[in-house]
């Protein structure tokens, strides 16, 4: 079977979703059906993956693929090979876009030992921004109670002692490090974007997708995905989470019905509720590392 050979490793809640499926509208790219395999990361942490109780991937892959599936974590290399098993056979690419991919340290080599022609392309955003929007996710899954600042100050204070963990709000914001491994193994075959280049210039921005894959011109769509939303009682996400009373919700309501009791227990203000004094240490980290090079 033909290897996959684009990876789109955004940082998590960079914009993969829409960057993704508007990747998957051109005729030489097919995408997996499970959009986020993870098949290259060795521990997925739960703050990154934490499936539902009535979730079986085995019994996903035997009755329900080719289904769409966001995220899991593919186990084998047969199972892996199955959600590319649709792609058609003169197809450019076979895709997937795991955000794992970036922050786990692991991952580059992994990939580079499956197939070192593999393209890769990192997707970024402003860390404070990507950070604030991780975070009203894990509130809205029922994973987070504290408020952004405490959660901020936290991931401070871990790091100054010298407790930096890759997989917290911080720690995945911290881009320079990662991109860098990419660029080590990988060379020529990385290209590093950030989406806020398609709002300035639309037409330099798909071209230069257009020109690292080599592919014909097309006129991609980009439509936002995925858009965070303030949750109003973090405390009562967390407790449908913990109590398994989300899982059924899951099971028993259809997915319009679960939107909008979503959208009465959130709101879209998106206001950054973080002080002035923590933003500036936050900035501060994050500046201090090196810009990555290519050389």
Do not use: C
Request: charged letters at 25%.
């Amino acid at each position: 079977m033909k290897k996959v050979n684009l990876f789109v490793v955004g940082a998590m809640k960079a914009g993969t979703t829409a960057f993704t499926e508007m990747l998957a509208q051109h005729p030489d790219i097919y995408f997996s059906p499970v959009k986020e395999p993870h098949y290259f990361v060795k521990d997925l942490p739960q703050s990154m993956y934490s499936p539902s109780r009535f979730f079986s991937l085995e019994k996903y892959l035997d009755e329900k693929f080719p289904e769409p599936l966001h995220i899991t974590h593919i186990q084998t290399l047969d199972q892996y090979e199955k959600i590319f098993s649709k792609a058609p056979d003169n197809v450019k690419y076979r895709a997937e876009g795991s955000t794992g991919y970036l922050h786990a340290p692991e991952s580059a080599k992994i990939i580079y030992d499956y197939n070192p022609n593999a393209k890769i392309i990192i997707l970024t955003r402003d860390p404070l921004k990507r950070a604030y929007s991780h975070y009203q996710m894990n509130a809205g899954l029922g994973r987070e109670t504290r408020s952004f600042e405490e959660a901020i100050s936290q991931d401070i204070k871990d790091y100054q002692a010298g407790k930096r963990d890759q997989w917290n709000y911080l720690g995945m914001s911290i881009y320079q490090e990662n991109i860098q491994r990419f660029l080590n193994i990988f060379g020529e075959n990385v290209l590093v974007i950030d989406l806020r280049e398609n709002k300035e210039n639309p037409t330099i921005f798909l071209d230069k997708i257009n020109r690292f894959l080599q592919i014909q011109t097309y006129d991609f769509n980009l439509e936002r995905k995925n858009e965070s939303r303030n949750i109003k009682n973090p405390k009562l996400q967390n407790f449908l989470f913990q109590s398994g009373v989300r899982d059924i919700a899951r099971q028993i309501l259809p997915n319009s019905l679960r939107q909008k009791l979503f959208e009465k227990l959130s709101t879209s203000k998106q206001t950054l509720e973080i002080s002035e004094k923590t933003q500036n240490e936050f900035n501060k980290i994050i500046q201090s590392y090196p810009k990555e090079s290519s050389d």
